[in-house]
């Protein structure tokens, strides 16, 4: 049996959190949870493999998806992990280009446009 992909949800709002959780647990994966980059970066530090992919919000309190993204791109233990980006920010896409993502999408989200996002990406090589 193939082991599960894992996915690492960093999201302020908890009802997207907890939205997004079940979703990907109903759909087979594993879920890690962060409430912002700081608690993200904790979580990273403490898993014993990688998550697959990583969700990340853009707007967030202690550290936003900006300088979570640019703490993981400093460290040679998770620059290889994709990214996908979510957020309401209308120019979401230029935010995301900057940023070397893998992916964005725009919230509210499109519950199709996110799972072939996620399925397409979390199944990367790292």
Known sequence: MQPLQ????????LD???ALQDVFELE???VLLAADGLEA??????VESMPDLILLDLMMP???GFAFREALRHDTSFNRIPVLVASADLDVRGAAEGLG???WLR???DLRELLTAVKRLSQLPN
Request: no cysteine; charged share 30%; aromatic share 4%.
């Open 6 to 13: 894992t996915l690492l949800v960093v999201d302020d709002d």
């Open 16 to 18: 997207i959190r907890d």
């Open 28 to 30: 087979g994966y594993a």
């Open 41 to 46: 970066l904790t979580q990273l530090r403490q």
């Open 62 to 64: 202690r550290m936003d």
């Open 101 to 103: 993502v893998a992916g």
């Open 107 to 109: 919230k509210p989200l």
